[in-house]
């Protein structure tokens, strides 16, 4: 977490609910051990890809981020 966490500009907390997140869905697998890690990486990626859309959004269009 650390790691993605410089790589990227993504707050710590979002990182948190995403590795979370990842954690419940790998126990319910057969082998949570084995997934959680790929699945964490993956849920990572996408809480990145989603706040930096987000602050995109404000940059762009300060208002229409107060809309959605």
């Known amino acids: 977490m650390a790691e993605f966490s410089e790589s ?3 707050s710590e907390r979002l990182l948190q609910l995403a590795v ?3 954690e419940a869905i790998a ?3 057969e082998y949570p ?3 959680f890690p790929a699945l964490a990486m993956e849920k990572m990626r996408v809480a990145a ?3 930096e859309r987000q602050e995109m959004i404000r940059r762009v269009n300060p208002t229409m981020a107060f809309a959605a």
């Open 8 to 10: 990227y500009e993504i």
């Open 20 to 22: 979370q997140e990842a």
């Open 27 to 29: 126990w319910g697998t």
């Open 33 to 35: 051990h084995l997934v």
């Open 49 to 51: 890809n989603w706040q």
